[in-house]
């Protein structure tokens, strides 16, 4: 009899496309989007404006856009995916396996629920602790609670795919076994960034006005509080730099006050501003860079995909001890830096003695090499070890 993967997941993402294909050569699979179609194309309020990826998020799989009842669609909470037919829809499919990514939506708890016995249910999610204060009073009763919520949440499932280190402390501490817990590395398609895109980096750069011998950093992302472009802007902006320059790649609600505050600043002249660059463009923009830079504060950025993009791309990094994936992906002074998120001195510090662009080459080469590892063959292989394929 062959062996059938149903996959329950909100809606297409760049990250999660690539995995679903390769998976699909090797598993028979459909992958049941609960947010519905209109999820396809959205207005993203991150970005502050509507986002279509121009990567084909649908290609070499199979899927199925379910019917989602709620009032308000979307991934923000609990209620934005409701689907009723959800239980029959999987039943006819009849899947050996199910794998719920993510379970905070009313059709995803469903499933684990009903299906607990039935079917053995893994689970991908890439929460942390990181964002966790222990303090007494009422903050230390809402971890309390939070974790005994947890621990009824993931004893619904057989086993979890965590993404890395912090990923497996915290479903450790959420109450799972070791003999649950199956690392599949966070990854990315790495073959679409891995290719040399020199010319046209060296384009981009003329066109900024930026010289060949300059250092580089980049910022690509969300321009809001979670991942604290202020801090990079600020801190960059304070020091007396001659041959540095800082790009700021992306929309979000602060990006006017980061402008702003680049303008008043000692390098304004040396911040540029180039706003949203698809998908299909952003291996020519980390090469244009020498170091990416993610200063997330959080609450909320449990891993960072965009490092990975940077360190196939050949990027030394810098980022914060918010981010998920430092502790697995950056060795200091080796490939980059991890500062103290909200430090700004500290993070003026490792801008102000950034090595010369030899050294920062040979740390993107490292970056190169470590990235290796995490790659989207890893997590499929280790997931068919899972379903003994």
């Not at 090499?369 to 997931?383: A, F, L, P």
Request: glycine share 8%.
């Amino acid at each position: 009899m062959t062996k059938k993967l149903a996959i329950v997941t909100t809606h297409p993402i760049q990250y999660y496309a690539p995995l679903f294909k390769l998976l699909a050569q090797q598993i028979e699979l459909t992958v049941f989007y609960t947010w519905g179609e209109a999820s396809i194309s959205k207005y993203d309020p991150g970005f502050g404006k509507k986002v279509e990826w121009d990567i084909p998020l649908l290609d070499g799989y199979h899927y199925h856009f379910l019917e989602n009842s709620s009032k308000n669609p979307g991934s923000h909470g609990y209620s934005g995916v409701i689907n009723p037919e959800i239980i029959s829809t999987l039943e006819n499919y009849s899947p050996s396996y199910i794998l719920v990514i993510g379970w905070c939506y009313n059709s995803h708890l469903k499933v684990m629920r009903h299906f607990k016995g039935k079917v053995p249910i893994y689970f991908r999610g890439d929460s942390t602790l990181l964002d966790n204060v222990i303090q007494g009073g009422i903050g230390n009763i809402k971890l309390i609670i939070r974790k005994l919520v947890l621990k009824w949440v993931y004893s619904h499932v057989n086993k979890v795919f965590y993404v890395g280190s912090a990923s497996k402390e915290y479903f450790t501490w959420a109450g799972l076994k070791e003999r649950q817990l199956v690392f599949a590395p966070h990854s990315i398609d790495n073959h679409r960034f891995d290719f040399d895109k020199a010319e046209a980096s060296s384009a981009i750069r003329h066109s900024l006005n930026i010289p060949e011998s300059a250092t580089v950093i980049l910022y690509a992302g969300k321009l809001e509080p979670k991942k604290n472009p202020m801090l990079l802007v600020t801190a960059f902006n304070e020091i007396a730099l001659e041959n540095h320059y800082l790009i700021i790649l992306g929309n979000g609600i602060l990006e006017s006050e980061l402008k702003d505050v680049a303008e008043k600043g000692k390098n304004g002249n040396h911040i540029i501003f180039v706003g949203f660059q698809n998908q299909s463009l952003m291996s020519t923009w980390y090469r244009v860079s020498d170091i990416f830079c993610l200063p997330s504060q959080g609450p909320g950025e449990t891993w960072g995909l965009a490092i990975n993009e940077a360190m196939v791309c050949g990027n030394a990094i810098i980022a914060s001890n918010k981010v998920g994936c430092a502790t697995d992906l950056i060795r200091h002074n080796e490939n980059g830096w991890v500062f103290e998120s909200g430090n700004k001195n500290e993070l003026k510090r490792i801008i102000q003695n950034l090595p010369n662009k030899n050294e920062l080459k040979g740390m993107g080469q490292r970056s190169q090499m470590i990235i290796k590892d995490w790659s989207i063959e890893r997590t499929v292989e280790k997931m068919m070890d899972e379903f003994n394929l």
